[in-house]
Nanobody, 119 residues
Framework: QVQLVESGGGLVQPGGSLRLSCVASGSSFSINAMEWYRQAPGKERELVAGITRGGSANYADSVKGRFTISRDNAKNTVDLQMNSLKPEDTAVYYC?????????????WGQGTLVTVSS
């Protein structure tokens, strides 16, 4: 079994920064793509950023130039650096991993971490 655990959420003022982290725990697995999603109240979950095992990243238009995704394959972690935060970035942020375990691919989600951008 593999688990993803996020950390780093909280309350920040508009224009501020936060760094989210996600770590995968378990044994005998490898992680392909890792992604960050978010879900704001009353809205559907949306992709924020993704990164391949090789380090190629993609971003939602709404966060390009403000957010940076990175990963450490040796530590099984993925981070999301969020700068110039706006109130519309307020949401629960979820970590997602496409994980190879015991001969099959699994879609694994974290429990989510709340980011609130407000003055």
């Amino acid at each position: 079994q593999v688990q993803l655990v996020e950390s780093g959420g909280g309350l920040v003022q508009p224009g501020g920064s936060l760094r989210l982290s996600c770590v995968a725990s378990g044994s005998s697995f490898s992680i392909n793509a890792m992604e960050w999603y978010r879900q704001a109240p009353g809205k559907e979950r949306e992709l924020v950023a993704g990164i391949t095992r090789g380090g190629s990243a993609n971003y939602a238009d709404s966060v390009k130039g403000r957010f940076t995704i990175s990963r450490d394959n040796a530590k099984n972690t993925v981070d999301l650096q969020m700068n110039s935060l706006k109130p519309e970035d307020t949401a629960v942020y979820y970590c997602y991993g496409n994980i190879f375990l015991s001969g099959r691919y699994l879609e694994v989600w974290g429990q989510g971490t709340l980011v609130t951008v407000s003055s």
